[in-house]
Each structure stands twice: as C-alpha cells, then as structure tokens.
C-alpha cells in the first residue's frame, strides 16, 4: 500500500530524471514499456511469495477462477453500458486519458499490446485488488470496494485533475468504476489474484484490439 503513492507520483518523475540526465528521447509508448517493465519488476520483488501463493490457489481452485473470470467479464459488460449511458447525460468531453492511450497504440501496437495486456494488469492488480482491497477487506468488505474503486480510477486521471482541477475532470473518475468493482469482485470471489490479472488483460486485449 505504501508503495501506490511511489507508483503513481515519484517513479513517473525519478524516471524522466533518467531520460534527462542521459539525454534520452523516447516516444511515448516506450516511455509506457519501461515505466510498467520497472513497477513490474518491483512489485515482484515486493509481492512474490504472494503472487506464488496466489498462483497455487488458482491451480487448486481454477474452475472457480475460470468462473470469476466469465461472470466478471459479464459484470464488467453490464455496468460498462450503464455507465456509458450515465456518462452521455452528465459529460460530454472525452477522457484525456483515453486519449493518449489511442495515440500511443497508433503510434505502436506491438508495445502498447505487451503494456496493456502484461504488464498493466500484473502491477495494478497487485497493489490495487491484492494490496489494497485485500487489506481493507480484512476489516470492512464494502470500506474495500469503495476506497479500491476511487484509488483506481484517482490513479488514471490525477495528473488530468492535478492540471485541470474541475467538476468535468473529476468525473472522468467515473469512467473506471465498472472495471474496478468487476475487478474487486473477480478476486473476492476467486480468491486468488490471478483471476483478476486474467481479467483485467482480457477487458485490456479486447480494447486495444478496438482501438488500433
């Protein structure tokens, strides 16, 4: 948990510190490849006898897994379109975020697929479900689905809120409720945090795929 404000404020900057010193120009996605490739690298060093049990309780209980996996997916569907429908009433400016993402896998979708679907959903969900909503659950189940929700979707739009404080760039925080509570939900009722990493590459392949 200590380490979600590392991830998401200062290993950004320590490594644009790098790109400066040595005088590096590195486009856009592989700025992305090396930003996930060190968090991954980590938070496995971190986490691994966790992931290594995780692991072990998807192979004993992999059909429960494969079930989280499909009706998450479903959730996920669900509220998606929901959200969708409630976004189009309340807000009409596209997320930046997604933005940059498009651009990114134009530019190359070999390395933003490897990102996304890799990388991403291995670091994310190993602070976002194992850490943090695992921790929280511990004590309150609800208190971990809220707080894990807001934290995710804080995580990909606060440098846009940061730059652009208003009521439209705190909405855009509602964007990433329906992948986070199907998330949440995958793990806690798989119980291991492999299902969720599953899914959230899956959700991720199958909007890559979309957006090239």
């Given at each position: 948990?200590?380490?979600?404000?590392?991830?998401?404020?200062?290993?950004?900057?320590?490594?644009?510190?790098?790109?400066?010193?040595?005088?590096?120009?590195?486009?856009?996605?592989?700025?992305?490849?090396?930003?996930?490739?060190?968090?991954?690298?980590?938070?496995?060093?971190?986490?691994?006898r966790f992931l290594r049990a995780s692991f072990s309780d998807l192979i004993d209980e992999f059909w429960r897994a494969i079930q989280a996996?499909?009706?998450?997916?479903?959730?996920?569907?669900?509220l998606l379109w929901v959200f969708v429908l409630l976004m189009a009433q309340i807000m009409a400016e596209a997320?930046?975020?997604?933005?940059?993402?498009?651009?990114?896998?134009?530019?190359?979708?070999?390395?933003?697929?490897?990102?996304?679907?890799?990388?991403?959903?291995?670091?994310?969900?190993?602070?976002?479900?194992?850490?943090?909503?695992?921790?929280?659950?511990?004590?309150?189940?609800?208190?971990?689905?809220?707080?894990?929700?807001?934290?995710?979707?804080?995580?990909?739009?606060?440098?846009?809120?940061?730059?652009?404080?208003?009521?439209?760039?705190?909405?855009?925080?509602?964007?990433?409720?329906?992948?986070?509570?199907?998330?949440?939900?995958?793990?806690?009722?798989?119980?291991?945090?492999?299902?969720?990493?599953?899914?959230?590459?899956?959700?991720?392949?199958?909007?890559?795929?979309?957006?090239?």
């Open positions: 948990m200590i380490y979600i404000p590392f991830h998401a404020l200062l290993l950004p900057v320590l490594i644009e510190l790098v790109y400066v010193l040595f005088g590096l120009e590195v486009s856009s996605p592989y700025r992305m490849l090396v930003y996930y490739t060190v968090s991954f690298v980590i938070i496995v060093a971190l986490m691994f996996i499909i009706l998450g997916y479903i959730l996920f569907r669900v997320n930046p975020n997604s933005d940059a993402i498009i651009g990114d896998i134009t530019a190359n979708f070999r390395v933003m697929l490897i990102v996304t679907t890799v990388l991403a959903p291995i670091v994310e969900e190993t602070i976002f479900r194992g850490a943090l909503f695992g921790t929280i659950r511990q004590k309150n189940r609800i208190a971990a689905y809220v707080v894990s929700v807001l934290l995710f979707g804080l995580f990909h739009v606060w440098d846009h809120i940061l730059f652009d404080f208003s009521q439209t760039a705190l909405l855009l925080i509602i964007q990433y409720i329906p992948p986070s509570i199907a998330l949440a939900w995958c793990y806690d009722r798989s119980g291991t945090i492999w299902a969720p990493i599953i899914l959230h590459g899956w959700i991720n392949l199958m909007t890559t795929l979309q957006l090239r």
